[in-house]
């Protein structure tokens, strides 16, 4: 049986009476170089505050935060935090930030599918996705501020969906400016994986337990995770160059990644 997405109406509620909780505890990594903002830059962003609209960002409502690794490279690892928007009940795309205050630096995006879709892609585009069965179950993936029950709902529909990621600022390398290529990310897919010091750290800025929260979902079932995701444990590692070539597959806008 098709289970919705769609939260019911008692927990967005709780979601939006809950907004301001479970931020500004993360300061970003890094600081770019550049000049303190003029006083002209400053007034001119107060009255665009006030006078331009902003509707597109105002639906990135929901804020979770998990961990990544970029693909190849299980040892690269960082805390990630997610802006996300449901776009319907088989679609979520989000922002990625490598902190939750006001002077976050936007890392890349995910954007989120239901098992439903994730059906319909092919195999070779599978691989650039990875699964969050364990995410949610192991308790890594919160929804930082809002109420239990709204966060084990909301990881109920999360479950079986499938992200694609790719970060374009790694500032886990502390890298002041967006260099580089950028890189495909994966999630974790069993213990032993993700170094115990960043959900540590983790749990200690939002004063919770990953180890309680692993367990209070025990209850949410999971579907068979599909076999073309999380390639890389088969050694089908997918990841972006940088190439003077062109070729035919630029031209097809399939991209490095799918070569």
């Given at each position: 049986?098709?289970k919705?997405?769609?939260?019911?109406p008692?927990?967005?509620?709780?979601?939006?009476?809950?907004?301001?909780?479970?931020?500004?505890?993360?300061?970003?990594?890094?600081?770019?170089?550049?000049?303190?903002k003029?006083?002209?830059?400053?007034?001119?962003?107060?009255?665009a505050?006030?006078?331009?609209?902003?509707s597109?960002?105002?639906?990135?409502?929901?804020?979770?935060?998990?961990?990544?690794?970029y693909?190849?490279?299980?040892?690269?690892?960082?805390?990630?935090?997610?802006?996300?928007?449901?776009?319907?009940?088989?679609?979520?795309?989000a922002?990625?930030?490598?902190?939750?205050?006001?002077?976050?630096k936007?890392?890349?995006?995910?954007y989120?599918?239901?098992?439903?879709?994730?059906?319909?892609?092919?195999?070779?585009?599978?691989?650039?996705?990875?699964?969050?069965?364990?995410?949610?179950?192991?308790?890594?993936?919160?929804?930082p501020?809002?109420?239990?029950?709204?966060?084990?709902?909301?990881?109920?529909?999360?479950?079986?969906t499938?992200?694609?990621?790719?970060?374009?600022?790694?500032?886990?390398?502390?890298?002041?400016l967006?260099?580089?290529?950028?890189?495909?990310?994966?999630?974790?897919?069993?213990?032993?994986?993700?170094?115990?010091?960043?959900?540590?750290k983790?749990?200690?800025?939002?004063n919770?337990?990953?180890?309680?929260?692993?367990?209070?979902?025990e209850?949410i079932?999971?579907s068979?995770?599909?076999?073309?995701?999380?390639?890389?444990?088969?050694?089908?590692?997918?990841?972006?160059?940088?190439?003077?070539?062109?070729?035919?597959a630029?031209?097809?806008?399939?991209?490095?990644?799918?070569?």
């Amino acid at each position: 049986m098709k289970k919705s997405i769609t939260l019911s109406p008692a927990i967005l509620i709780l979601f939006f009476t809950m907004v301001s909780c479970g931020g500004k505890n993360t300061s970003s990594n890094v600081e770019p170089p550049g000049g303190d903002k003029s006083g002209k830059d400053k007034v001119l962003e107060i009255g665009a505050d006030v006078i331009q609209d902003k509707s597109p960002l105002k639906l990135f409502d929901v804020y979770l935060d998990g961990f990544h690794f970029y693909n190849g490279n299980l040892n690269a690892q960082m805390e990630a935090h997610h802006y996300v928007q449901q776009l319907n009940e088989d679609f979520y795309q989000a922002i990625i930030f490598d902190g939750n205050d006001k002077n976050a630096k936007i890392m890349g995006i995910e954007y989120i599918v239901t098992e439903k879709i994730f059906k319909t892609l092919s195999e070779e585009e599978k691989k650039l996705w990875h699964s969050h069965h364990y995410e949610v179950k192991s308790g890594t993936l919160i929804a930082p501020g809002i109420p239990k029950m709204a966060e084990h709902e909301l990881m109920e529909k999360l479950v079986s969906t499938y992200g694609k990621t790719i970060h374009t600022w790694h500032t886990d390398q502390t890298r002041n400016l967006p260099t580089g290529s950028p890189m495909i990310m994966m999630g974790f897919t069993k213990e032993g994986q993700i170094h115990s010091q960043l959900v540590t750290k983790r749990d200690k800025r939002f004063n919770i337990s990953t180890a309680e929260k692993k367990k209070d979902r025990e209850n949410i079932p999971i579907s068979k995770v599909d076999p073309m995701a999380n390639a890389w444990e088969k050694g089908h590692v997918r990841q972006f160059i940088i190439t003077n070539k062109v070729d035919s597959a630029v031209h097809k806008h399939q991209g490095p990644a799918n070569k």
